[in-house]
């Protein structure tokens, strides 16, 4: 069955950090990817998402991801975080079986001011 | 568009009452998701439906779990005879069609706490 781990549960950094947050995924065919964001006391927000074409994907609030096929990944980065990004991150998979998402665990990120 | 609405926002029910979570999707969307979010957990699938239809229920819980979209009025999520393990956060997602998970839109969910 199709996974998505996030290796990272919990993430501190302070301001003006750069940030890559990891996610694998385990399926062997067409798959689109999405990272969502969870600010406290929020629902769930699209920061970003790969279907096809270029495998850099620009996000909101300067968040970027890389589909790297080959290595089943599509790393979450920002080059600088701000206090504001303190939130919860889920990655997550569709893929061309079937329409549900598959979400990761989430990254709970704190930043410090 | 007011988004997707779900209610109660927190809920609070003893052993063995009866919990009814109400998702009312954004206007114009005819496909719903079911989502539990336990602590330390990521969000788990549990069911999508359209309007009158199951589509796939294959993360509900053997028992105990139902879920409808009627044809009118919100879709719900019961557990019956909740039990202390059934305390999550409950999230409703839409989408207008199906197959295009670019445009799910989740609503703020709903917080269960079984006493």
């Known amino acids: 069955a199709q996974s998505v781990s996030q290796h990272n549960h919990h993430v501190i950094l302070s301001e003006a950090a750069s940030l890559e947050l990891g996610c694998n995924y385990s399926?062997?065919?067409?798959?689109?990817l999405f990272w969502y964001v969870q600010y406290p006391g929020q629902h769930l927000q699209l920061l970003l998402k790969?279907?096809?074409?270029?495998?850099l994907v620009k996000g909101i609030k300067g968040f970027e991801a890389e589909f790297i096929k080959s290595k089943f990944s599509f790393n979450l980065r920002k080059p600088s975080v701000q206090w504001s990004d303190t939130a919860e991150y889920f990655c997550?998979?569709?893929?061309?079986?079937?329409?549900?998402?598959?979400f990761g665990k989430g990254t709970r990120l704190h930043i410090l001011p | 568009n007011a988004g997707v609405m779900q209610n109660p926002r927190h809920l609070v029910r003893r052993r063995g009452q009866e919990a009814r979570l109400r998702c009312s999707p954004m206007?114009?969307?005819?496909?719903v998701y079911w989502y539990r979010q336990l602590p330390e957990e990521g969000l788990k699938f549990m069911v999508y439906?359209?309007?009158?239809?199951?589509?796939?229920e294959s993360g509900m819980p053997k028992e105990r779990f139902s879920a409808e979209f009627p044809k009118e009025g919100p879709s719900i999520l019961r557990i019956q005879q909740v039990v202390r393990g059934d305390s999550a956060a409950y999230f409703c997602?839409?989408?207008?069609?199906?197959?295009?998970?670019?445009?799910?839109?989740f609503g703020s969910g709903t917080q269960l706490s079984v006493l």
């Open positions: 790969y279907f096809s074409g270029d495998p």
């Open positions: 997602a839409s989408s207008p069609t199906e197959g295009t998970n670019e445009k799910l839109f």
């Open positions: 399926y062997g065919g067409t798959v689109n």
């Open positions: 206007k114009g969307h005819s496909h």
């Open positions: 439906l359209q309007k009158e239809n199951i589509i796939d």
């Open positions: 997550a998979v569709t893929t061309n079986r079937d329409d549900k998402i598959i």
